[in-house]
Nanobody
């Protein structure tokens, strides 16, 4: 059974950096798409970044582009999200997600059947 466990959240001032990690287990991920989503209080869960485990070009939301980097650490079976120049509007619970089959857009929350428990990121102004 696929399990995803996030870590690395915390509180930072605006302009700071954080690296989130998502440890994946219970599956052979070579054909999976892994993604990061986030959800702020009162808002819907939104796409942040995605990449195929096997490689290829990653995809980023407009708000993440140029500041966030999604990467894979094969040795640790982990997907990371490096976040730089953080802004107060980045404050949210960040979730790691995985899917073996993408039927429409990998930006669509409904494409993902596996989710982590989430990790809180708080950015103060």
């Amino acid at each position: 059974q696929v399990q995803l466990v996030e870590s690395g959240g915390g509180s930072v001032p605006a302009g700071g950096s954080l690296t989130l990690s998502c440890a994946a287990s219970g599956g052979s991920f070579s054909s999976y798409t892994l993604a990061w989503f986030r959800q702020a209080p009162g808002l819907e869960r939104e796409f942040v970044a995605a990449r195929r485990w096997s490689g290829g070009y990653p995809d980023y939301s407009d708000s993440a582009k140029g500041r966030f980097t999604i990467a894979r650490d094969s040795a640790k079976n982990t997907i990371t999200l490096q976040m730089n120049n953080l802004k107060p509007e980045d404050t949210a619970v960040y979730y790691c997600a995985a899917t073996r089959v993408v039927r429409s857009s990998w930006r669509d929350v409904g494409q993902y059947g596996y989710w982590g428990q989430g990790t809180q990121v708080t950015v103060s102004s």
